[in-house]
């Protein structure tokens, strides 16, 4: 990793020059060629996150670039901005290339430059003009779909942030398929995933609240996160406290209760925990669901554990949760699923059934013909074990 130090700090990946040199051989297919690509591609893309980040620092914004794999990444931090600040930052990347485009069609003009610096200068005016194009569509993460995106949920709030993203699936789709047709399958494989990745987040934004789109309401929940990895756990606790207050239902919110909810358990405070998560269960990660169905028992929220026994299995295929819903479904008085969690939570071993049979929750079953069913396969099995 090259790290250059500054007002605008840039770090440059390994990997970039990898890409970059691929780019390289496959306009060249020489090592001259290559390299002078990769000259080429980076000054490219360092013009390009320049006309993010000295925007960025106009708006007393701390601004650092990166550059990666696929290209490169500006990031600042800072006082809040308005729209048309965003709109500003994000449009100056693909304009600051397109200066780029116009600087070196100028110098073509003249005709002074000698034939391999003309070819070094076609090569510049062709690149930055076909990426400023591309970049423009109004697909994310590409700065057209930013555009999009600032400029719709700047009309419409949080509907034209969720508008945004279906948009941006809906033409990547279109654009990808268009690739395949005419064999660029390269392009349509890297469409194919924008679409896929904008269609996933706009299915998951129908949780965002207005309070989502709240750069401060982010900055705390970073900073919760981080304190909550260094075990600063009260520290934590105060952000995550703070953005339930402000955050309503939205997804920082749901995010907060979760966080509180691992907390809580762990300091023996399991009904509260319960309290939290149960009042969203509807919103839960995957990471939230199975402490709800671990908590419910401790609640004898048996239908809880039974709506939530399947999801659950297969986020934690364990032999904790089969027997978890086994027992549940028996206090609920249903044999045949009962049986078969049971049947599950008994192959992975090391539990002795007869003591399973004598627990209280599987009392009432002793008499079901659909539960005894799954018992006289378990002993069959026993049988042909000892044997």
């Known amino acids: 990793m090259i790290v250059i130090p500054g007002k605008i700090p840039i770090s440059i990946h390994p990997l970039f020059w990898v890409v970059a040199a691929l780019i390289g051989w496959t306009f060249s297919y020489t090592l001259v060629g290559t390299l002078i690509w990769i000259g080429i591609v980076f000054i ?4 390009h996150e320049f006309g993010h980040a000295l925007t960025a620092l106009l708006f007393r914004q701390k601004t650092e670039i990166r550059l990666v794999a696929l290209g490169g990444l500006t990031s600042y931090e800072g006082p809040r901005l308005r729209f048309w600040q965003q709109f500003l930052i994000t449009f100056n990347g693909p304009l600051f ?10 110098l073509l003009s003249l005709h002074v430059a000698t034939p391999p610096f003309t070819a070094i200068l076609r090569a510049i005016q062709v690149a930055n003009l076909f990426w400023t194009v591309v970049n423009l569509l109004p697909i994310l993460p590409m700065d057209g779909g930013q555009l999009l995106r600032i400029a719709l949920e700047a009309a419409f709030g949080v509907k034209g942030f969720k508008a945004s993203l279906l948009i941006g699936a809906i033409l990547a789709t279109v654009l990808a398929l268009g690739c395949f047709v005419i064999r660029a399958f390269l392009a349509g494989a890297i469409f194919f995933l924008f679409a896929f990745e904008s269609f996933d987040a706009w299915r998951k934004s129908r949780f965002v609240k207005k309070e989502d789109r709240d750069d401060l309401l982010q900055g705390e929940m970073i900073k919760g996160e981080k304190a909550l990895k260094e075990g600063k756990k009260e520290e934590a606790r105060a952000f995550f406290e703070e953005i339930l207050k402000k955050g309503d239902e939205g997804v920082f919110a749901t995010g907060a209760a979760h966080y509180l909810a691992f907390l809580d358990e762990e300091e023996g405070d399991h009904k509260k925990a ?6 969203l269960q509807d919103r839960l990660s ?20 039974a709506r939530l026994s399947s999801d659950c299995y297969q986020l934690q295929a364990t032999q904790e949760v089969a027997l978890r819903n086994a027992r549940a479904f028996a206090h609920l008085g249903q044999a045949k699923p009962a049986g078969g969690w049971l049947q599950t939570a008994w192959q992975y071993g090391g539990l002795e059934l007869d003591a399973l049979l004598g627990e209280s929750a599987f009392a009432s079953l002793q008499q079901a013909p659909e539960f005894q069913e799954f018992v006289r396969d378990m002993r069959r099995t026993l049988r042909g074990q000892d044997a």
Do not use: C, D, M, Q
């Open 44 to 47: 490219s893309v360092l013009i």
């Open 286 to 305: 995957p990471e939230g669901l199975p402490l709800l169905h671990r908590l419910a028992e401790k609640a004898e929220n048996y239908a809880l554990i």
């Open 97 to 106: 290339g397109f200066f780029l485009f116009l600087g070196a069609t100028f």
């Open 274 to 279: 319960y309290e939290r998560l149960f009042a």
